[in-house]
């Protein structure tokens, strides 16, 4: 197909930037900004819009910014190193709005708490390198690929994980087929890895700490208070290790636990390593206490255990307080649907970024049992 010249008026919340053809068909280009005339071809053609790749920038928008990573473009990571930090929140806070409201979720009334980043750059505490021996590449997958290229550094990844990988390099000499190494920086400030695990080695952690801070604090300030907290989905009991002084007992279930409890854990603090649906279906009916809410689920969100998970919790434990937290703006937004459909009113919103550089965004949700059903 011949290149054609399109002009960015928007970026969508996947990422890419957004052109209208005059025959009202419209274009995703990535790695564009707003205002960017840019010569493309198109790779992708659907009914209704296309995917292309740019084969020259015509005139530069001028909200472009400077990239800090030699491999931007190339590595299937970040996306968004030419966007100014302002506007990556912006379209991240846009694209949940739209996203709920598309699925039927009125927020024109409701709060929204904003919480962008403070380090748009190295803050990433774990990253998965990818090698392989035939080339001596060490780093990360090529976009849309499974071919390695080889990096230095990681600009989005914290110094103590940058400053190990000389030393990585070296100890991957032991290699002759590709592999996998996991690299995190622990708790202590340490950097640690591991070579070739089949699940994530390290178990599941917020890859953002400063930002971690601010989505603890957020539901710390909304749970609301109770005797009992629900930690569903909890993994290490990130969101309610802060609550412990806040509630009686707390119930922190997840398929992932940890194996041990650490002793700074009280006895009122319990981990349960079960799938969510089964752990509800087998909890006793909770008529002594009243209960809050903490729903964190994969990008899936609770998918077609909704029903199940969302009727055992309002008939066991009648929450005053449900706090949804989701990776995933679709998901979420079906879920708020879902939950606004069986008498739970959406009273707070948040925005939360742990990814900066990328179209991710956390989108968090306070639900309050309605009055009137
Ligand atoms: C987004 S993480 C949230 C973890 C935790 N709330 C945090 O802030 O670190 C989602 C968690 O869901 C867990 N998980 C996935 N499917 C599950 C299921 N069916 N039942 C229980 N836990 C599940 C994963 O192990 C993971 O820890």
New binding site residues.
Partial sequence: MNPITVTIHDIARGGSGVARLESGEVVFVPFTAPGDVVSVNITEKTKSYSHAEILEIITPSKDRVEPLCPSFTKCGGCSWQHLPYSLQFEVKKKGVLQALKRAGVKTDAIEIDEMPAKNGYFYRNRIQLRGNPIDHSLGFYEKNSTKTFSIEDCKISRKEINDVLPQIRVEADKFTQPYKVEVEVSEDGKARWAWDKKNAAFG???VNDEQNIHLQNWVKANIGSADLLLDL????G??SRPLVSQFKEIHC????VPSEKSIDLPETFTFYR????WWLQNAPKNTNFSSAVIL???REGLSADFAQIEFAISQKFSPETIILVG?DADSFARDSFRFTQKGYTLTRMGVLDLFPQTPHVESLAVFKKSAIK
């Fill in positions: 599941f952690r917020q989905f909890g993994g290490a990130n969101l279930v997840d398929t992932n079960a799938s969510v649906v964190d689920p994969p990776c």
